[in-house]
């Protein structure tokens, strides 16, 4: 009785004191009125937490957070990142009852222990928009708060005429409601060469030193540049004034005038003919094409070179190589990847013939990425198994390899967070990734043959993010493609369309880096806003030319090998020395291994064994094979490996390697690609046994290794080493070998 | 006498339309998933090429229920009633697919992983005839919370004078705590600890000068109430007070950073604390000095409590492990591992025979401490309701647990919903704090009120709740005094 009573007693007493606490606790509270003008958090927070640099790939923002806090990276997901600061660990991060205490603005003054350092300070914009936002209790905005759609730079350039000269890049930010702000104050900066120009917080843009680099705001999720350009002195500059041949002279010369850069001059015809056959033919020039070509006196001599060698197969099947490269083609035994070698061949000779008949470039590539079918009948869906040597299609990967391939982009970023760089978004992203989420792979009739088949009936990619499904969609578009069949066939139409840009400049660029070395945008697969053409108009125009062409690679090649930059000098001189970018002086270049071996073969006339292929076959016409599984780098023959042929591991253009190493010396100078090759020919026998004097062997050996003339200096030396004893061939063939031993053999000069 | 009457108006009004019954439980399912009837066959397409009887990989053999249940060379692969435990269901549900079973393939049906499950979850049945490892007697004498509190319920009597600092707005309740003896609630303030009564007797607010109260905990004999918290990554302790007097008892822990765990032990001679340093330290309350510290969690210590009888100390972390710990001798006992997220309270039944865990991942478990089986576990248990249109996860963390006298258990959630559970884990009641609408409610638009706390009165008739705007609230259990 008792115990009841005093229970019912509690009872009443607590539920007063559910209004008394509330009253109590509450007195406090009549000083927190919402205030009207409350900073709202994505308009307002966010670019606090980007501009100090919480978010950033190094701090809070990378995947797994920093110290236990995890924020999105440069802000991609606003609501989680709100519900991580305040509702995460309440009170902590944020304390709206006392806002000053709050970890949040504690840590970023550097009051307590932070990893990252003090960021601002307490009379500074950014404390003070978080700690009015934490003073208003720290809401969630309540309604849509306009998005930020772009942000623009007010110049697209800025020439320095002095060392320390400076100016101020203002950012100014566009709004869905039409609206604009100056985010100056919120923008993070960098520059892409600060050796060149510096760019301060405050975007204060400094000159440093002559060349031409851009500086970069960045700002929500956009990235914008500008070209920042220092000019060396005036004094002592006059612009030569060269011919130009065709539109790319006139762009370059252009650029290069604007630099205060003087060209190079023009290569010799001997120089010319190397180059050019090394470029188009992947060989050196036979010695009756040397002596032909010098015979010719007509001034378009040049011109009519580069035709005869386009016409030739030689320059199909070197594009085929490169293609089978980028395309990863590797024959596999019973491979688990439906990469059997009969695939292979199938592949590689499909596009060897749109090579050799020139089917447009556009056409080659809508027809493999629409293709279905059987690897072992139909080439082009080959696409489908070699491109990812993996046992079944991950859409993810492969959109990935898709767009760095056709499209010189790098989405993958945009996987887990926007692309930090770029424009692309994570909805870019899946949406791309859609596009490849039904290809699969079915037995057909044989154990080595697979049927690539499109199953609608697969769901698109999920947004990481909210698990949102995104169907599949084209970069850089807001809707999907639609329809409910394979969308491939509408990926395959926008992607070779001649409006899209994206994809002639790609292949332009690409053929301008394979015939001059570097791209416009180099490398050439990693387009991106922050690795801007170094020549925009050139790359505007060299794309645009491709389109006209109608996507043929010929023409564009034609017209490059004409341009006088083409033709230029390797040999710098005072003014361009220093020059790397701007296609001044002809690039220095070891030759491509299967070039290399090509050209010992041709030089030697000794053959060379590939694995798998008959006697004779050129190395340009080799592609990987092997005993089984076809994933991880795989050479083809170990030449192909010491002297950097693409593994056919990635998609990667980087993957073909030109640097010289010390193994790749050693290999020419005691390894049996040259070695057995210089008496197995009998070179050197049967010019004793046709030519009168050692003058005559000498120089011919010269004109068969280096397609030039021994120097008088050389000559003497030469003559010098062979003695009394003119026909003896130990000599002739150290002559012979030191040859196919020199740095001039081995470059592209 | 007139305020009386309105809070019994109050009252009543509360109990009309807060008190939301509970949904009606699972009725138990007539025909039984078995192995023979409704696994078997899946196994035996999927799984027999390479476990059945031709071939053993990893030692494995699905053909019949006895090779089955007997496990491979890496031990058992399923266990009963443990689906998060099963091995089988770990590698048919992986997102790898290299680390997925049957290999290179698509994963099984969703409807078969989900027969697999339901199969191990309910305790493995070979055929229609077999029958489950007897349930567990979860049974609860409230008989072994009584201790020697002799004497009356320790209240408040002659509190210093002290003015709690003004704040901003008011102080979210990151503490709360119900006296175990006596009608009487600690709550969390700004430097500061509310005692809170009846309006007509208020306690007043003892000082907290170390920072936030995160913690608060009456000892069994309600006369020592502990404060532990401090300011974030400037200091922490855990402070004792004497409830009546509201002196200072004594203070431990030197931390840099504040206190997020802690508890008193029942015979009030140590205290254990824990909070990012990721180590557990347990200090003599007689002179201060370091016990033993106890290294094996591996983030942040969220959450402690010493079993009612004095003999063990659970300790939660921020990824969701949990140990159990000899309390005198600091050696480890168990680990309990359920939770896949940070665990945020561990809270004793009063005989001392289970302990329950929540955490951010939505789970309720009731650990039978004997063995660490986790005797009832709920997950989703405050399911959050999700927007039209919306995908993707949404937080359903379970923020607080406390048991009351009678072993029913209350819960809160980022659902923003207080749960009333019987001591056999089925849902009794719930409260909605949206629903509750005291004098001053100050959330600014855009923020969302979560109730961060809930405690039961000591006599079981009232569960209070507190949320992050400062707000207290209480509603009646319904439950009858237990009759003496």
Avoid at chain 1, 67 to 79: A, E, I, Q, R, T
Avoid at chain 1, 215 to 236: D, H, N
Avoid at chain 1, 453 to 465: C, G, I, Q, R
């Amino acid at each position: 009785m008792h115990n009841a009573l005093r229970s019912r007693t509690w009872l009443l007493l607590w539920i007063a004191v559910a209004t008394l606490a509330s009253g109590l606790l509450t007195a406090a509270g009549a000083a927190a009125s919402e205030s009207a003008d409350a900073p709202s958090f994505r308009r307002d927070v966010m670019p606090v937490l980007f501009r100090a640099g919480c978010n950033a790939g190094t701090c809070h923002g990378s995947a797994r957070g920093k110290d236990g806090f995890m924020l999105s990276l440069f802000g991609y997901d606003p609501k989680g990142d709100y519900a991580r600061i305040v509702n995460d660990i309440p009170g902590r991060r944020v304390n709206a009852a006392v806002p000053e205490q709050s970890l949040l603005l504690l840590k970023a003054l550097g009051a307590v222990p932070h990893t990252g350092g003090k960021l601002f300070d307490k009379d500074s914009d950014l404390y003070k928009t978080l700690f009015r936002w934490i003073e208003a209790g720290a809401p969630d905005d309540a309604e849509a708060v306009p998005q930020v759609v772009g942000i623009t730079l007010p110049k697209e350039s800025v020439v320095f005429k002095k060392i320390g000269g400076h100016g101020v890049a203002r950012v100014t930010a566009q709004f869905s409601d039409g609206t604009s702000r100056d985010v100056t104050s919120l923008a993070r900066f960098f520059s892409n060469n600060p050796s060149v120009a510096t760019i301060d917080a405050d975007g204060k843009v400094t000159a440093v030193a002559p060349g031409d680099t851009n500086v970069f705001a960045r700002y929500s999720r956009f990235t914008v540049g500008s070209e920042a350009i220092v000019l060396p002195p005036e004094e002592g500059f006059t612009w030569p004034n060269p011919p130009a041949n065709n539109f790319i002279d006139t762009l370059v010369f252009d650029r290069l005038q604007q630099l205060r850069i003087i060209p190079s001059d023009l290569c010799d015809d001997e120089t010319f003919l190397r180059r050019i056959t090394l470029d188009l033919a992947a060989r050196p020039p036979s010695i009756e094409e040397y002596h032909a070509f010098m015979a010719d006196t007509k001034p378009d001599k040049r011109a009519k070179k580069i035709d005869e060698l386009l016409a030739a197969d030689a320059f199909a099947d070197l594009w085929a190589t490169i293609w089978s490269e980028h395309l990863r083609i590797i024959g596999g035994n019973y491979a688990p990847q439906a990469t059997h070698v009969k695939a292979a061949d199938v592949f590689q000779e499909w596009i060897r013939a749109q090579m050799r008949s020139g089917r447009p470039l556009n056409e080659f590539v809508a027809d493999m990425v629409a293709s279905s079918g059987s690897n072992l009948s139909n080439g082009p869906a080959n696409l489908y198994t070699m491109m990812l040597h993996q046992v079944r299609v991950e859409p993810k990967p492969l959109a990935a390899d898709f767009s760095q391939l056709f499209l010189g982009v790098q989405i993958q970023c945009a996987e887990c967070h926007n692309h930090p760089f770029d424009r692309w978004t994570m909805d870019d992203y899946y949406g791309f990734v859609s596009f490849f989420t039904g290809i699969k792979r079915k037995n057909g009739i044989e154990p080595r043959e697979r049927r690539i088949y499109f199953d609608t009936s697969v769901e698109p990619a999920k947004h990481l993010v909210d698990g949102r499904p995104m169907p599949a969609k084209v970069l850089g578009s807001v809707e999907p493609v639609g329809g409910d069949g394979d969308p491939r066939k509408a990926l395959a139409a926008w992607l070779t369309s001649p409006n899209n840009e994206m994809f002639s400049r790609n292949l332009a660029n690409r053929i301008w880096a394979q015939l001059l070395g570097r791209g416009v945008i180099d490398p050439v697969d990693d387009i991106r806003v922050s690795n801007p053409p170094v020549n925009a108009p050139l790359l505007d125009a060299l794309s645009k030319r491709l389109v006209e062409v109608k996507f043929d690679l010929r023409s564009l090649v034609r017209e490059i090998c004409n341009s006088r930059i083409y033709q230029l000098s390797s040999r710098p001189n005072a003014s361009n020395a220093r020059d790397t970018r701007q296609f001044s002086h002809r690039h220095l270049e070891r030759l491509r291994a299967d070039t290399l071996i090509d050209s010992v073969v041709a030089v030697t006339g000794v053959p060379r064994k590939f694995e798998g292929f008959l006697t004779g076959t050129r190395a340009i016409d080799v592609y990987p094979k092997t005993s089984g599984d076809t994933a991880g780098p795989h050479y083809g023959d170990p030449f192909f490996h010491t002297f950097g042929r693409a593994s056919r591991a990635t998609v990667a253009a980087a993957e073909t390697k030109l640097e010289p190493t010390l193994s790749q010396a050693l290999h020419l100078a005691v390894g049996d690609s040259v070695r057995d090759r210089l008496t197995a020919g009998g070179v050197v026998k049967k010019l004793i046994e046709t030519k009168s004097t050692p003058e005559d062997i000498i120089d011919e050996l010269f004109i068969r290794t280096l397609s030039r003339r021994p120097t008088t200096e050389e000559m003497t030396g030469m003559r010098e080493l062979v003695g009394d004893d003119v026909k003896d061939q130990a000599v002739y063939e150290d002559i012979f070998w030191s040859l196919l031993n020199s740095t001039e053999f081995l470059f592209n000069y | 006498m007139q305020a009386s009457l309105r809070f019994l108006i109050v009252a009543s009004t509360f109990m009309a339309c807060v008190a939301v019954p509970s949904m009606p439980a699972a009725a138990d399912d007539p025909k039984p998933v078995t192995f023979d009837d409704n696994v078997a066959g899946i196994l035996k397409k999927n799984c027999l090429q390479c476990h059945g009887e031709a071939k053993q990989e990893a030692g494995l053999n699905f053909a019949t229920y006895a090779s089955l249940v007997k496990g491979g060379s890496g031990g058992v692969v399923v266990v009963a009633g443990r689906s998060s435990a099963s091995r089988l269901l770990e590698v048919i549900t992986a997102e790898d697919p290299d680390a997925r079973m049957p290999p290179d393939n698509d994963a099984l049906p969703a409807d078969q992983i989900a027969m697999i499950k339901t199969w191990i979850d309910t305790g493995i049945r070979e055929n229609s005839g077999s029958s489950v490892a007897a349930a567990r007697t979860l049974g609860f004498k409230p008989a072994a919370a009584t201790q020697a509190n002799d004497g009356p319920p320790p209240v408040p009597a002659n509190l210093p004078d002290f003015k709690p600092r003004k704040t901003h707005r008011p102080y979210p309740v990151l503490a709360l705590a119900a006296s175990p003896r006596a009608p009487l609630a600690a709550v969390a303030s700004y430097e500061a600890i509310e005692l809170m009564a009846s309006k007509d007797k208020s306690y007043g607010a003892i000082a907290f000068p170390e920072g936030e109260p995160l913690v608060l905990k009456f000892s069994p004999s309600g006369r020592v109430l502990l404060a532990a918290g401090g300011k974030p990554v400037q200091n922490g302790a855990a402070v004792l007070f004497d409830v009546t007097t509201g002196k200072r008892l004594s203070s431990v822990g030197d931390e840099t950073d504040a206190v997020l765990a802690a508890d008193i032990s029942p015979d009030e001679r140590q205290v254990a604390i824990g909070g990012s340093g990721k180590v557990v330290k347990i200090f003599s309350t007689e002179d201060g000095k370091l016990l033993h510290t106890l290294a094996k969690h591996t983030d942040w210590i969220t959450a402690l409590a010493f079993s009612p009888d004095g003999k063990l100390l659970a300790t939660g972390d921020r990824i969701g492990n949990i140990h159990l710990w000899d309390a005198k001798s600091g050696g480890i006992v168990l680990p309990l591992s359920e939770h896949k997220g940070a665990i945020r309270t561990l809270s004793w039944r009063s005989d001392s025979g289970l302990v329950v865990s929540c955490g951010e991942d939505g789970l309720i478990v009731w650990w039978d401490v004997k063995d660490g089986w986790p005797a009832i576990s709920k997950p989703n248990a405050h399911p959050p309701s999700r927007p039209a249109g919306s995908y993707g996860k949404i937080a359903s963390g379970v923020l607080d647990a406390a048991f009351g006298p009678k072993g029913e258990l209350a819960t809160c959630g980022r659902d923003g919903i207080i749960r009333l559970w019987a001591d056999d884990g089925k849902e009794l009641k719930k409260f909605a704090i949206a629903d509750d609408k005291p004098v001053d409610r100050a959330a600014p638009k855009g923020v969302t009120v979560l109730p961060t706390r809930v405690a039961i009165s000591a006599d079981g008739s009232v569960v209070l709740a507190g949320d992050s705007a400062g707000q207290l609230h209480a509603w009646p259990t319904g439950a009858a005094a237990p009759a003496k």
